[in-house]
């Protein structure tokens, strides 16, 4: 038997031939650049015209997730460069950018009012603690490891959190065409300049990379759309009389907001009323906002992170991505920035064009740092209405589309979802249906916000799981020569089931011995599943009858020992767990006992399974024995080996 493969080459460090350590959950050590990546001058020049193309693109969704927040423009770019530097350089996910979200500017936009496009509203001062709160919960989950959790989320859940935040996105878009005084349309030649600015940026995003010439591959669509609205704004607009506004005439970009500087501090161009900050009423709301911006935040970074796993291969690192991006918030929020997380549309331009590492994503907050310092003064040339137009196309392709079809086929009738072709030949159940449409109606109810209908989502599917798990609890009855009345039951036996199974036993009428089975894949899950037992076996002892349960699973005898006090009455035998044999590989003298003991210890963690006798072979399954020796010499081998490291080493 071959108990390890060596690895040889320059690769040995980071390629993983079968898959051992991705399973095992165990993420690959990556450098600067990744695993497998060197730092070659191909890979540097890809990962710096990738960060810069990308930061080009960043930097207008920033801005444009800032009037979201209903805050100032610097607000976002300082947390966005800020954020992705230290996500990009400590995360545990190469490859993935971070910055200024609309996932987060959705949950601030809830919390400060409007005060007019690209001006702070009341109630910003609270942002930046929040923001530190967020950063300080965010440090906990990682220090916990709850980002293991993101596999609770349900598939209907993400969609319907993609497509709340698509339109959560699409709405803020609609103020610019307003006016701050009345709050009405826009009307006149100003208006009809702005959607035409906004069409013209919309239609250069989404074609302009379709052409095919090698220079639009390069060239970001975004900074091309904002380069057409700029001429359109000062070679055709202004000269014919009109005008629309740009970032300077709602929210200029000076000198004095060119640096970050910590919230507290006032000075001619920031200051901010912090007088009512330690107020009772203040800090409910730093704990409620800081709460939903870490869970929304936490949840798209590991949704982000899945998806950039996909494209490249390597396994991630939750809980360190969870801790970059705690560091990140607590410095963002005490230099008054609006935090962020990472950026699921970005990180996917990034990894379908190549990028691999760490490097691109760097380089693009470094890029967004500089032109925020540095090139302020061209930023206030940006019309408005191109922002809203790029922020447009980036709703389009967030927003999933399938699940409208999705939707359709889950209502329509057989005959129907036939007649409409294939695309509505796709029905789930309609409770995730369900779950979608809950979801993403939430995420824009009034009162309510994305991480509210997360959280909604995820109990309806939860419910519903119970549900369904509930109905494949079964029994059956039997009786042998002696008058034994046996009850076998499978399924799951916790809350949902337990009322079922003590409505299944009749103490009064069953003869004076009853005997449970339980099968294999029957397992006590919670408490009420033990006072289940606990009450049957109370009402069987009163009318003096004996009731044992039979084959109680590692998990469920496990549990029921540590709540020995709360089961007294109950009487029951453990699940027997056969074992196979394997010749070939000697213990030490002495190491079968432990083997056993660590065996029954992982079984109590593990999904049972008695092997038939044509079962395939698993390490769960293995007890040793010698080679080519009788059972009277097995017991002292010439030269006894300790491998059982190497034997999980092989068979995993």
Request: charged share 15%; hydrophobic share 45%.
């Amino acid at each position: 038997m071959t108990f390890a493969a060596e690895k040889v080459g320059k690769e040995a460090d980071c390629e993983d031939p079968d898959g051992t350590e991705a399973k095992l959950g165990k993420p690959k050590k990556d450098g600067l650049s990744g695993c497998g990546q060197g730092l070659t001058a191909e890979y540097v020049i890809r990962e710096v015209l990738l960060g810069t193309t990308i930061c080009f693109a960043q930097i207008p969704e920033s801005v444009a997730f800032a009037f979201m927040a209903n805050i100032k423009p610097p607000i976002a770019l300082h947390a966005a460069w800020m954020v992705g530097l230290i996500c990009s350089v400590f995360g545990g996910r190469p490859g993935m950018v971070n910055g200024a979200t609309g996932a987060f500017a959705a949950i601030v936009g809830t919390f400060i009012p409007n005060a007019g496009t690209g001006q702070n509203g009341p109630g910003v001062e609270l942002l930046f603690p929040s923001v530190m709160f967020a950063g300080a919960l965010m440090l906990l989950v990682s220090f916990f490891n709850l980002s293991r959790y993101i596999t609770l989320l349900p598939a209907p859940v993400m969609i319907g959190f993609c497509n709340g935040l698509a339109i959560v996105i699409g709405l803020a878009q609609l103020h610019p065409f307003k006016d701050p005084v009345t709050h009405g349309w826009k009307t006149g030649p100003e208006m009809l300049w702005m959607v035409i600015i906004c069409m013209t940026a919309m239609l250069t995003m989404e074609f302009l990379p379709k052409v095919p010439l090698k220079i639009f591959k390069v060239v970001p669509s975004s900074l091309m759309a904002i380069i057409f609205a700029i001429l359109i704004e000062f070679a055709i607009v202004r000269p014919m009389g009109h005008r629309t506004d740009v970032i300077r005439d709602v929210s200029e970009f000076t000198s004095d907001t060119a640096f970050p500087i910590p919230f507290f501090v006032s000075t001619d161009a920031v200051s901010y009323d912090l007088s009512d900050i330690t107020s009772g009423a203040s800090i409910r709301k730093i704990g409620v906002q800081g709460l939903l911006l870490c869970l929304v935040g936490s949840i798209e970074s590991l949704m982000t992170s899945e998806v950039v796993e996909s494209f490249v291969k390597t396994p991630s690192d939750g809980d360190r991505t969870v801790l970059a991006m705690g560091i990140g918030n607590l410095l963002s929020g005490f230099f008054g920035g609006m935090g962020g997380n990472a950026m699921i549309g970005l990180s996917t331009v990034n990894c379908l064009n190549g990028g691999r590492g760490r490097l691109g994503p760097s380089v693009t907050a470094l890029g967004i740092m500089i032109c925020t310092m540095g090139a302020y003064p061209v930023l206030n040339f940006i019309p408005v209405a191109a922002l809203a137009g790029i922020m447009l196309v980036v709703v389009l392709h967030t927003f999933k589309w399938f699940s409208l079809s999705l939707i359709a086929a889950a209502f329509l009738p057989l005959s129907l979802r036939k007649q409409f072709g294939p695309k509505f030949e796709r029905k789930v159940p309609r409770l995730e249906v369900v779950v979608i449409v809950v979801v993403t109606v939430l995420s824009n109810w009034p009162g309510s916000n994305i991480a509210y209908a997360v959280g909604a989502g995820v109990a309806i599917c939860a419910m519903g799981y119970a549900w369904r798990s509930s109905r494949s609890f079964e029994w059956t009855v039997s009786y042998d020569l002696k008058g034994v009345k046996y009850y076998d039951i499978s399924g799951p036996l916790f809350f949902a089931s337990a009322n079922r199974f003590v409505k299944v036993l009749d103490p009064d009428k069953d003869p004076d011995c009853v005997e449970v089975r339980f099968s294999a894949s029957t397992s006590l899950m919670d408490y009420s599943a033990m006072e289940a037992m606990h009450k049957v076996a109370v009402a069987y002892h009163a009318k003096g009858k004996k009731i044992t349960f039979h084959s109680l699973c590692p998990m469920s005898e496990k549990m029921i020992q540590k709540a020995s006090n709360l089961v007294k009455t109950l009487e029951y035998t453990p699940m027997q767990i056969e074992s196979r044999t394997v010749k070939g590989i000697t213990p030490l003298l002495g190491e079968e006992a432990e083997i056993e003991d660590r065996h029954r210890e992982e079984a109590a963690a593990l999904p049972v399974r008695i092997p038939s006798k044509d079962a395939p072979v698993g390490i769960e399954d293995i007890r040793v024995e010698g080679v080519g020796q009788d059972n009277a010499a097995k017991s002292t081998p010439e030269q006894p080996v300790s491998c059982m490291g190497k034997l999980c080493q092989g068979l995993f």
